[in-house]
């Protein structure tokens, strides 16, 4: 007589349905999700919702959403309908937020000092949010990164985008005419997205010079093949950001910037304070100094720029100088922005859902408990909660 077979008591999964809207940011053409992300998710167990041409800015149609398994909707009642999370790109509007139950976990930028009334709509409503800005920097987190990754497409672009502006070509020619001397190209701030500016304008044939006030990024400055520009200051701040200068090294600072400003024919600016103004790195004097047709590239024109005549979204021509102050500069490059973006997200959500496919409730590991933005009717984040109890919303 054979022995009776086991039984194997089968365990149903609930499945986790995940909301991508499409970005009604003006300039926004990124989309939280890609269909190779979307196939993994939906293998995993999990429904997936693309709004309507959410992805079509990005070159991602909706019959690839289809095909990797996903389910196209017309319009955001029913998109958010029933979701337990929703990725987005731009933080969500209040519009939005009053369309989410309680509970609903929705995660991205949310850009927390100039998004007040969303937040603490989301608050009321008691919506969970992380915010990818606040994703510390560990190893462990590289993956989810969302900061580093755009940071990545917008130094590719402000390279580009400056050789597209300069009356010059960029790599030294020699012809029947004669030889041309390569263009020379300054970039101020040597974080990611300095690092990729640099690269880009190497592989294009300039010559390449960098600041930083951090020593240690001279190292990788000088891997890429630019000239680092030497000045006695260690301004190395946590996070692997840089602290503020004391005045008197801001003079030092101001000096030799300038004069490597003067004899620039692009200069790509990269330095910001996470949560402040940007700084001030290049005056309405020194850009008298530059040459006719130099351009300037202000990266950190949404916080305020680090050019004195930089104006957000707008090119401003001075004594013959270019100064453009571009916004949202991962949107140009919107494929590749996305794909990278995506990866970010399916990595956190790897935090978010176990791996018998449910929620997780209790936000103890450091990379949730440091991204948790909103949760349960509070304002999780310190800085955040400050500035609402201050009589903002």
């Known amino acids: 007589m054979s022995a009776p077979a086991s039984t194997q008591e089968t365990k149903t999964i609930q499945p986790v349905v995940i909301a991508v809207p499409k970005e009604q940011v003006t300039g926004e053409q990124r989309v939280a999700t890609v269909p190779e992300v979307v196939q993994k998710l939906t293998k995993a167990g999990h429904v997936v919702r693309i709004e ?14 289809t095909a990797a398994g996903a389910t196209i909707v017309a319009g955001r009642h029913e998109l958010f309908s029933g979701a337990k999370v929703v990725l987005v790109v ?4 209040v519009s939005d937020v009053d369309l989410l139950a309680e509970g609903t976990i929705v995660v991205g930028f949310m850009n927390p000092t100039r998004n007040l009334d969303a937040i ?11 915010a990818l800005e606040l994703v510390p920097r560990i190893t462990r987190a590289q993956s989810m ?19 597209d502006n300069c009356p010059k070509f960029l790599p030294m020619l020699t012809t029947a005419a004669g030889t041309i001397r390569p263009a020379t190209v300054l970039i101020l701030g040597a974080g990611v997205a300095g690092l990729m500016a640099i690269a880009t304008a190497k592989r294009l044939g300039a010559l390449v010079e960098a600041y930083d ?35 008197e090294e801001k003079v030092k600072e101001q000096e030799m910037v300038s004069a490597a400003v003067a004899r620039a024919d692009i200069v790509i600016t990269t330095a910001a304070i996470p949560g402040r103004k940007a700084p001030v790195l ?3 004097k020194t850009v008298a100094t530059m040459k006719p047709g130099a351009v300037i590239i202000d990266m950190a024109a949404e916080s305020g720029g680090n050019c004195e005549l930089t104006q957000a979204g707008k090119t401003v021509k001075e004594d ?9 500069l991962p949107a140009r490059v919107p494929f590749h922005s996305s794909q990278m973006y995506a990866k970010n997200l399916q990595s956190f959500l790897g935090l978010l859902i176990t791996k018998d496919g449910t929620l997780v409730t209790e936000f103890s590991d450091e990379i949730l408990t440091a991204s948790l933005l909103v949760h349960a009717g509070k304002v999780a984040h310190k800085p955040t909660a400050d500035l609402l109890n201050r009589g903002t919303p």
């Open 52 to 65: 309507h041409d959410a992805g079509t800015a990005a070159y991602y149609p909706d019959a690839l959403y």
């Open 90 to 93: 731009q933080p969500p509007t």
């Open 120 to 130: 603490a709509r989301m608050r009321d409503r008691k919506i969970t949010a992380f």
């Open 145 to 163: 990164d969302a900061l580093s990754s755009q940071a990545t497409a917008g130094g590719y672009v402000a390279a580009v985008l400056g050789a």
């Open 213 to 247: 006030v951090r020593r240690a990024a001279g190292e990788q400055v000088r891997s890429l093949g630019a000239k680092f520009l030497e000045l006695e200051i260690n301004a190395e701040g946590q996070g692997g950001y840089a602290r503020e200068l004391t005045a």
């Open 282 to 284: 290049v005056t309405k």
């Open 320 to 328: 013959g100088v270019m100064i453009i102050g571009p916004q949202n």
